[in-house]
Structure formats: C-alpha cells, structure tokens
C-alpha cells in the first residue's frame, strides 16, 4: 500500500497504520486528504483487520494540516461562485478524519508529542488512545484565525467536559498528557513513545481476541447511541442484534472460558462491492 503519507502493515488481524513525514511532524499532506478515507475504507472491506493501531513516526503525532497541501493558496470565498465550492472542500477533508469512525473496527492512537489542529481532529474520531508523557493536544486553528471544522468542534464534547472544549476552542490553550488522562480522554500514560505503542498493541491484541461480529455491532451500538435517544438507541439494539447475534461465536467463548484457553473466531467477511466490466 504506497502513500507519501503513511505506512500500513497488517498481522494476525491486528493493522499498523504509521504516519511517515518525520520530519515535517506529520502534517498532513494532499496524500492524506485525497486517499486516506478510501485506504481506510478497502482495509476496512476487506474484512482482514480486527483492530487498527495508528501512530506517528518521530517526535510529535500529528502537527495537523500541512499548508503546502493548499497548492494554488489560501481558498478563497469572495464570490458565489466560491461559496458554492468552498463546502466540498471542506467535506473531503471531513471525510478523510470520518474514515476512521466508519471503519468496521476500533482504532486506537499511540500519541506522542504534538498532536495540533486536524491531527486532534483525527484523534477525536478514534475510538480509544494511549498517551506518552510528552503528548499534548490543541484546537490550533482557533490561534490562526479560524474556527476548526473537521471534527473536533463536533466530537470532543462527547469525549470531554464541555467547558474544557469551549476553553480550548476559544483560548487556544493546550490539554497536556495528565489533563486527558484525568478527564478519560486518554485510557493510559506511558513513559515514552515506544511504551505508548507497546501498550496500544496489547490493547489491540485483546480486542482483536474477540469475536469480530461482537466487537463491529458494538463500535456501531456506541456510535448509534451517541447520536440518538436512549429509546431510539435501545430499538436499533434490538433489531440489530438479529443481524450481530451468532451462537458459534458464544460458544466459543464459554468453551474458552470452562478450558481456560484462548477462543479461535473466525476472521471477518469481506465486502463485496460492484465491478466494472
């Protein structure tokens, strides 16, 4: 899977997503925004990967957009004409951070460093991160002039205190390691890069240990739930588990229980979409 952006390995069901441009603190280039959602999208369909770890190669995450992606320069809005436009701009790179939050699998952040601006927008759609001590976190754009727009704004408050977001958004003020830790944003601290990334795979072997039908319906269910009533969220349960319950894979886990050992599921299906003659 070639990408100036990132690097992608996969292993016993467990993908490893790296964002690869040390050197520029792995701002996020034209290659991210243009092909990260449908990279995400294919692991996804294909129905290989239990779980997927992401990290940042160096020392910092994610420093967010990388404004030499902006090519011609800064878009512009002074017409209808651009008006018109302007959205579509904003809804691919919207799409780009949302690939993770549709994926069929959790993914879980290892941060490290700076993670700034639509890196914190990315880290906003994951579903869990582990954090080293030098990890720290900032709605960057409120400092340059503009209101964040690809996801931050929209999910931390589901994810943090929402004063803390409205700090955050309207002082421009930076959320360190023990902060998001103590507020749940982040599930552990680690001393360092590399602890952080152990951590995050040990995470992700115990998940990618159970049942993959069980553990998709119940990233859906969390996600469902989040943007619907209680009642609502309980009927779309109910039906759904028509379609997530699977009696083989609940034998399995008692079985694995009762013997003490570990329980062998069945990878998931992939998804088969139309094909161009």
């Not at 290659?31 to 692991?43: E, K, L, M, S």
């Not at 969220?233 to 229980?257: G, T, V």
Request: glycine share 6%.
């Amino acid at each position: 899977m070639s990408s100036t952006y990132y690097e992608v390995e996969t292993k016993d069901g467990i993908t490893h997503l790296q964002f690869a441009r040390p050197d520029q603190s792995n701002a996020m280039n034209a290659d991210f925004w243009t092909g990260f959602a449908q990279v995400i999208a294919d692991i996804s369909n294909a129905g290989e990967t239990r779980v997927m770890v992401v990290s940042g190669q160096g020392k910092n995450f994610c420093a967010g957009l990388d404004l030499a992606t902006l090519g011609s320069g800064m878009p512009q809005a002074n017409s209808p004409e651009e008006r018109e436009a302007f959205p579509y701009l904003v809804q691919t790179m919207q799409d780009a951070i949302s690939a993770v939050e549709k994926a069929r699998f959790p993914v879980i952040a290892a941060v490290q460093g700076a993670c700034l601006g639509a890196g914190l927008d990315f880290l906003s759609a994951c579903d869990l991160c582990v954090v080293a001590e030098s990890a720290y976190f900032r709605i960057e754009e409120i400092n340059i002039g503009m209101m964040a727009d690809v996801g931050s704004l929209q999910r931390l408050p589901n994810l943090l205190p929402e004063r803390v977001v409205r700090e955050m958004a309207y002082l421009g003020r930076t959320m360190d390691a023990q902060e998001a830790h103590r507020l749940g944003f982040a599930m552990d601290i680690c001393a360092d890069k590399d602890a952080a990334l152990a951590r995050a795979m040990e995470v992700a072997a115990q998940i990618a240990a159970k049942a993959p039908v069980a553990i998709a319906g119940s990233k859906l269910a969390i996600n469902y739930s989040r943007d619907h009533s209680v009642e609502d969220s309980l009927k779309w349960a109910a039906m759904s588990q028509a379609a997530f319950w699977n009696p083989p894979d609940y034998m399995r886990a008692i079985q694995a229980r009762m013997t003490k050992q570990p329980a062998e599921f069945p990878a998931g299906a992939a998804v088969h979409g139309l094909k161009k003659k």
